[in-house]
């Protein structure tokens, strides 16, 4: 039962149903997507990156509550942050999720995220807006 | 027919006690008699069928078959020269699409249904696509039926190919097959009949239901992975030209040109998965014993109770239809809870469900209803998975209380 | 590796203790290990792939895409997703002839040799009839082996395809693949290997071969029937259209038209033989245990055996080369006795082999062979096996005398 | 042993290697052909019907002993037949080497192939030619 509990908290509840980066960049210079095409899950990035610095991240896309959440938050967590950083906030992101660390502090908000670690079927939704992150940065198809 | 009896004979519940499994109409589980028929024959009697002259490959070659037969009489046919062996239902409908195509023009027609699975839809799409003709859909009606009156309109336009479910796998709807396909066979249309989720679930008899093809899926009726039965008219058969092409479906090659063998060789290209096969007509077997009939009723009752039980879980949306044409699915969702969220709460409860869109993405989109979460059951679910769903559902109520819109 | 050891773990042998099976080729036996890791997938963990949102689909997934990782392994693939499953070596090249052949255009030339099996051939007829392209063929030497010269002849049209196997289902001959494969790349071609026979034999790096695509047959190298590997370059997978189309493949669909899924699962079209998919790693784990280099050498052993010992036979004619390129396999035949009578009298003697054409009728014409009888090795046969069949075919040769031209 | 034996007797040999009936009939008033697309055996028949009997038959054809013999067997029984008669012939002869009943006499030679019911991978070879043969009187394809 505390897995639940740990996970569906007013936290995640509130970034779901409002979010604070939803939405397009209209001089986006990166885009990128992100589909679980089993479960239907779908996450769109756009990144306004100024020399190594990404200036501002919206997201679109729809699904669950995990997937969406944590594209909002990671928009609003790479925000101000120079490449090298974000790619970093990947790392400490998945090793929270996927891993099951202790949630590093730069995660800070992303925390919220850390009861996914116990629920494996979930941890795809969960990195769903992480790997498009990557794949923008890295510019991997 | 005793769920609780019957359960003993699927060792999937023996590895997990707890397990309330309703996803069967992804996949059903296994008998153990299907998989020691499966093992037996690898280790009794295998070797490739067809083409030795030794008594091992005769012994395959026989059971292979056998199989042919058993399957032919599991669904009704007359022949079973008219039992073609494929992979699963997708495959079913490809080679369909493929061997039909040379039947269709420009600017004709191919009818499909909006509550089709996308197995049943998106190799009519290529067809269309391919040929320039034009894909249309018969509307299905808030209560989740085919807009009957709908149907015949479109009908009057003489499409070429009209293929529908038998049973929706998202709606638990039980299509009037014979009714429509009589009418297309009347207006001049090949028809091609999606019976994965009927199959396994309804007394079935191809030749009486009065269509062309009827496509199976043999792992959503006890069977394993990797083979299913696709059945069609032995006249179209023999017409139609062949899918995939090579060894076992040829009667003669040269390096310019190759003549095809008579069905239902000409549809099995290579090795089949005979061994398979056989541990499928394993399957047929064990629901003939379990009973056609009493199968469907035993999944039209635990329906009956969970529609009624669910309908008290406020907020709950339910999907598909009441009444004698429903089998044994139920879709629901609560507003503002998505379906993964939900299937999550009841997963860490041991109750398995499926999320998702359920390759029927245009009937969501049609009834509006977002992602859904869907509970389906077969012969070995008891009143006691229903109830348990039906528990689970009003905790999970509380407990996303104020996610629910 | 002792196949005296081996041989115990084939249940097959128990059941038949006298089986002298000599039909590999065709179709292997089954170590216990890949039936019992079938049997305890479908009693421990299995669900339908992909789609379930609880543990045991989870569990079932997991199965299935390491499976993937096995066989990309197996095979020296840099990247699980060049993988894909499908039922046979026959549809992996029907797969491929499809997918491909948007990029055949009239005049084109699609290359391929004289002793493909029909698998390897009657898809690229069939591309090449629809597309208006030419299908031609690398002759074969009187020895067996490809005529390297008229291969660079033939390259110099500018193939828009070459396909040729690895190692001849008839011949036994090891064609110098990656150095074909270097040239028809070279000349612009894409490059499809039929590895239905040496996959199970050779030991095997598909990055450092060179060829594009590598096709390859699940139940001729110890697993199931109905699961098959089929490998490809990412980046070609990545640019090619979907084959079969339906639930699984599809990233979204709506009535009018779909956006496919990336690979593998763009190649996968509904429920793939997963549980087949389990236990054919299972397979390749064995394989790998047993030690591929030892595997080709005991072939290599047993197969010089037996031409050393058929030399001896009056009147018998081999067929194939002699040399470190030669696989396990040999085909005969008495001038004057057919192959089926030939093969009845040694499947009187408990030996099983194949007679016929082999799927490659083509090449018995070029050779002016009538149909042969085939011999091939594996893991677990032994000298005492090859003795045998010599001794058998030294009592035929007295038995038929009347008969042999 | 006895099995072979019984069966790859000289009258075998004889009827494989110098068959009575090869060959076609330009006057054909009905042609079938059978085939083993497994195996590759293959016979084409040829019957001169008038009115309700066989004047003359004959095959061509490639393959075993067993397939090609039954059919030289096959064309030089049914010659002169009714077509009635030439379908009793055909049960008899099933009865003989697929059920492996003791041969009817009216089998004449055709006995050579009761051997053949103890050779059950065979037996459609020695059927090949007699199924083509009920194809062509009555009528199937
Ligand atoms: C109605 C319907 N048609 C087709 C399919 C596809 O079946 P398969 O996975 O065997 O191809 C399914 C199952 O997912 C189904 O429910
Ligand atoms: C060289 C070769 N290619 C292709 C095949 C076809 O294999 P499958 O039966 O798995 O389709 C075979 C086996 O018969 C073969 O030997």
Redesign the pocket.
């Known amino acids: 039962m505390g897995v639940l509990e740990d996970l569906y908290q007013e936290a995640l509840l509130l970034r779901y149903k409002s979010p604070k980066r939803r939405g397009t960049l209209p001089d986006a210079t990166h885009t990128s997507g992100g589909k679980n095409p089993s479960c239907g899950d779908r996450v769109e990035l756009f990144l306004k990156v100024n020399g190594d610095r990404i200036e501002a991240a919206r997201f679109t896309g729809e699904g669950c509550a995990v997937s969406q959440a944590s594209a909002d938050l990671l928009a609003e967590a790479v925000e101000g942050k120079t490449i090298p950083e974000a790619l970093e906030l990947v790392r400490a992101f998945k090793a929270m999720v996927v891993e099951g660390k202790p949630p590093a502090p730069a995660l800070g908000d992303l925390q919220i995220l850390a009861g996914v670690a116990k629920l494996p079927s979930r941890v795809k939704c969960a990195t769903l807006a992480w790997n498009a992150l990557e794949s923008a940065l890295l510019g991997e198809r | 027919m005793d769920p609780q009896v019957l359960r003993k004979d699927f060792p999937i519940f023996e590895a997990h006690p707890e397990l309330v499994f309703l996803d069967s109409a992804a996949s059903s589980q296994k008998p153990r008699a299907v998989l020691e028929a499966l093992t037996r024959f690898y280790a009794t009697r295998y070797a ?1 069928v067809h083409r030795g002259g030794y008594a091992l490959s005769e012994a395959a070659t026989e059971a292979y078959e056998d199989a042919r037969k058993t399957l032919a009489r599991f669904l009704g046919a007359r022949d079973p020269r008219e039992v073609v062996f494929v992979r699963n239902a997708t495959e079913g409908v490809n080679l369909l699409a493929h061997a039909l195509g040379g039947r269709v023009d420009p600017g004709d027609t191919i009818l499909v249904t909006e509550m089709e699975h996308h197995a049943n839809l998106v190799p009519w799409q290529q067809l269309a696509a391919h040929t320039g003709a034009q894909l249309k859909a018969v509307p299905v009606t808030e209560e989740g039926r085919l807009d009957l009156e709908a149907f015949d309109r479109l009908l009057a336009e003489g499409p070429k190919i009209v293929a529908f479910s038998h049973m929706s796998n998202v709606l638990g709807t039980v299509n009037p097959v014979a009714e429509l396909a009589k009418k297309a066979r009347a207006a001049g249309a090949v028809v091609v009949v999606d019976g994965a989720q009927a199959a396994p679930h309804l007394p079935l008899n191809v030749a009486e239901l009065g269509a062309d093809f009827y496509v199976t899926s043999g792992h959503k009726m006890l069977g394993p992975t990797g083979a299913s039965a696709l059945w069609g008219r032995l006249e179209l058969w023999q017409e139609l030209p062949p899918f995939l092409t ?3 479906m040829i009667e003669e090659v040269t390096l310019e040109e190759s003549r095809f063998a008579e069905p239902p060789a000409r549809f099995e ?3 089949p998965p005979f061994a398979e096969a056989v541990a499928l007509a394993e399957a047929a077997r064990y629901l003939e014993n379990a009973g056609r009939e009493a199968v469907f009723a035993h999944d039209q009752a635990l329906v009956r109770r969970a529609l009624a039980k669910l309908k008290e879980v406020p907020g709950l949306k339910l999907l598909g239809p009441e009444g004698p044409d429903r089998g044994g699915v139920v879709s629901f969702y609560f507003p503002g809870l998505h379906a993964h969220d939900l299937a999550t709460f009841l997963a860490e409860r041991g109750i398995a469900v499926r999320s998702g869109h359920h390759c029927a993405q245009p009937l969501h989109r049609k009834l509006g209803a977002p992602a859904t979460t869907r509970a389906s059951f077969y012969l070995y679910n008891t009143e006691d998975d229903v109830d348990r769903l039906a528990e689970a559902l009003i905790e999970a109520r509380r407990f996303f209380d104020a996610w629910i819109a």
Chains 1, 4 share one sequence.
């Open positions: 490739n090579g060894g076992g290209a290579g090795t």
